[in-house]
């Protein structure tokens, strides 16, 4: 996927990173050098300019991206006006970053595809993260449902999944498993990316470092990794 990611403090350029070494394509925006300087080793590509000045933004291909992100956390009305000169360029998915109840709203106003607040969401993920010990991730499907990424204990590595018994024994099911490997970038520089395997199946052999991705309630899940 194209993003274009505009704002590159410590979320923003964290995200572009991330995103980047997933295997997308990534574009990073910020007016201040520094910044770019920051990253720009890191990054598909990046461009210095002022994304609050209509004529800069139309050198961006913002209707040629998936979806772009003003990360922008610093200056409220920055982000608001990058907010509105990016919605006339037609994005096909815009997502914007609140500080603020009333920043919130205002996005709102406008028709921002997806509203984000990274510090509240951070805490929470890492609040549910020490909860249980071992869980490297975790997203709350539904009151008593969560998908969580955990590490694969010791006494599983090398067994099949059918050999685990996970929806017997468990009452969890396995949804993928993430595993590293070796990926080159467009500028031929070699990185070890964290990458799902796809569909699990019954004779799928687990290895050493393998994360699951499970899907199970929290009680389940906790007397799994303490029983």
Known sequence: MKFIIIGLGN????????????GHEVIGVDKRVEKIDAVKERLTF??????TNPEAI???PVEQSDVVIVAIGEDEGSSILTTALMK????????????????HSVLEAMGVDEIIHPEEEAAYRLAKRLELHQIIDSFEISEKYSIYEINLPGDLIGKTVAETEFRQRYNMNIITIIRKKKRKNILGVTREVKDAIGVVTPE????????????????????????
């Open 11 to 22: 979320f923003g350029a964290s995200l572009a990173i991330k995103l980047t070494e997933m």
């Open 88 to 103: 006339q360029h037609n994005p096909k998915r815009l997502i914007g970053r609140a500080i603020t109840v009333l920043h």
């Open 204 to 227: 799928t052999i687990l290895q050493e470092g393998d994360l699951l991705v499970v899907f199970a309630r929290k009680e389940d899940l906790d007397t799994f990794l303490n029983g």
């Open 46 to 51: 990046t461009v210095a300019l002022d994304s």
């Open 58 to 60: 139309k050198n961006l």
